[in-house]
Structure formats: C-alpha cells, structure tokens
C-alpha cells in the first residue's frame, strides 16, 4: 500500500489573494520602477500606488518592497530583467564584472 504525500502547501499563501492589479504593481515594482513611475505607466494617482504597495506588503507580510519581490520571485509570479530603454542597469550599459564601467 503506497502513502500519498501530502498536498504541497505554498511557501507564501497570500500571495494568492493580491488582486490583478496588486499583481501588475509587484511586477512593476520588480521592474525597478518607483512609485510615481507606477502612478504614470498604469494611470493612477500615486496615493493609489502607494496604497496598493501598502496593501501588499501586508498580505505578504513583508517588511518592504525587496522582500515582496522575493517571494513573488520564488513563488514564480514575477521576472526579472524586463529591460526599460535608457536605465543605468539595462544591458545596453553593461557593466564589467568588477563592477565599474
């Protein structure tokens, strides 16, 4: 007789409950993008931003953005490296492996 393993339980349950819109500002925020650059992209005022930033942190129980972006990261909701014409970090201004240009 062969046991059945448990149902996997995710690392981060709450990241099931961000709304859509939670969802596209985390992505956003992973992106590099601040608060206002949100506000813009998306057409919102930044109060809203920021209470939507608010609102995410506190389902994830994050501290700050770093850490909700980790979890979105590990739980596989968010990328990385989705490149903005003209940012410092984007591959069209490499940096040497040092570290300096």
């Known amino acids: 007789m062969e046991r059945e393993s448990p149902p ?3 690392p981060w349950p709450a990241l099931g ?3 859509v819109r939670e969802g596209e500002i985390l992505q ?3 992106d590099g993008r601040s608060n206002s650059e949100i506000a813009a992209a998306l057409h ?3 109060d809203t931003v920021k209470t939507h930033v608010k609102a995410i942190l506190r389902k994830l129980n994050a501290r700050n ?3 909700a972006v980790v979890q979105a ?5 968010v990328q ?3 490149e903005r014409p003209g940012d410092p970090g984007s591959r069209s201004n490499p940096v040497s492996e040092s570290g300096c240009s």
């Open 80 to 82: 990385l490296a989705r």
């Open 28 to 30: 956003a925020i992973a």
């Open 17 to 19: 409950e961000l709304t």
């Open 44 to 46: 919102l005022s930044l």
């Open 8 to 10: 996997a339980i995710p």
């Open 65 to 67: 953005r770093t850490q």
């Open 73 to 77: 990261l590990q739980a596989g909701l």
